[in-house]
């Protein structure tokens, strides 16, 4: 089965860092984009990082720059998203998400896992 599966999420104080993973099974990473989604309660869901595995290009929206930090593992056919110096603002459900080859619109992003809840507490 194709499918993403994000874990790692959790409750943490501001200015407390926490990993997520996002692991691929049924393919592979070697020719798409990997990008992290959040969505608050209320809120749209927003682009937060992405790496593509094609061209090692990474992108972060500018909210998240300094802070989070988006690497990928090829052997394990994982990609994380480190964050840093976390903020209340950072609350919301977190995504992956694959699209071909490359960090584009999110509209190129069509495979999607679960999510994974992360809270930020002040």
């Known amino acids: 089965e194709v499918q993403l599966v994000e874990s790692g999420g959790g409750l943490v104080q501001a200015g407390g860092s926490l990993r997520l993973s996002c692991a691929a099974s049924?393919?592979?990473?070697?020719?798409?984009?990997i990008g992290w989604f959040r969505q608050a309660p209320g809120k749209e869901r927003e682009g937060v990082s992405c790496i593509s595995s094609v061209d090692g290009k990474t992108v972060y929206t500018d909210s998240v720059k300094g802070r989070f930090t988006i690497s990928s593992d090829s052997a394990k056919n994982t990609v994380y998203l480190q964050m840093d110096s976390l903020k209340p603002e950072d609350t919301a459900v977190y995504y992956c998400a694959a699209a071909p080859r490359y960090c584009r619109s999110s509209r190129s992003f069509d495979l999607w896992g679960q999510g994974t809840q992360v809270t930020v507490s002040s």
């Open positions: 049924g393919f592979t990473f070697d020719d798409y984009a």
